[in-house]
């Protein structure tokens, strides 16, 4: 069954470290997005990307980025953590239909 | 003013009551409404999704709109404990511009 996966699940760093978040989908969808979820905020869109090599800033985009080298593959990167990056992270996937497809979410804490 | 409003709850009901929960929204350009349902530490899974105005039903779950009032509602009948989950609005304009609402958090008591 296609899936949508993401990597890891939980995460502790330290303010100032790079953190990569995986994020992989074999629904063959190419539109990918990631959101953050904090209490009180809902989800908010941080970088998106429609197909390979296309990337978009979202709402929240300062401190993150992301590349699409293939169509599976959305990684996000936190180029120097900072504690309000602190947060559950969702990547999702959409194709020709309504609605997203989530992750199961990777729970960052920045120390 | 956040272009999608929802009340974070927490609500908290009886099994077999009739749970109503609601969003108000700012932009007309709206044309798809969806709702999401989401479990403690999961991904938000797509419950209903509605085009333009209108009532949909699908079981327990019936989803409605008005775009002349900017406001959908989910009702959900008969609620079991297995409800219990966080449901979040969400709407687009059919540009991959899905806007979320804060979710409401809902507890069903046996």
């Known amino acids: 069954d296609a899936e949508i996966t993401q990597s890891p699940r939980h995460k502790i760093t330290e303010t100032g470290r790079q953190v990569t978040l995986a994020c992989h989908q074999t629904w063959n969808h190419n539109n990918m997005f990631w959101y953050r979820q904090d209490l009180g905020h809902g989800l908010r869109l941080i970088h998106y990307?429609?197909?390979?090599?296309?990337?978009n800033k979202g709402e929240v985009s300062d401190g993150y980025s992301v590349s699409r080298s293939n169509t599976e593959d959305l990684p996000l990167t936190l180029e120097s953590a900072a504690s309000s990056q602190t947060s559950v992270y969702f990547c999702a996937s959409s194709g020709q239909g309504i609605g997203y497809t989530f992750g199961s979410g990777t729970r960052l804490t920045v120390v | 003013q956040k272009e999608v409003e929802q009340d974070p709850g927490p609500l908290s009901v009886p099994e077999g009551a009739i749970v109503s929960l609601n969003c108000t929204y700012s932009n007309s350009a709206f044309q798809y409404f969806m709702w999401y349902r989401q479990y403690s530490r999961k991904g938000p899974e797509l419950l209903m999704y509605?085009?333009?105005?209108g009532n949909k039903e699908d079981g327990r779950f019936t989803a409605q709109v008005d775009k002349s009032s900017k406001y959908i509602s989910l009702f959900i009948r008969d609620s079991q404990p297995s409800d219990s989950a966080t449901y979040l609005c969400a709407m687009s304009g059919g540009n991959n511009d899905m806007r979320f609402g804060a979710g409401t958090r809902l507890t069903v008591k046996p």
């Open positions: 509605t085009y333009s105005s």
């Open positions: 990307s429609y197909g390979v090599h296309d990337t």
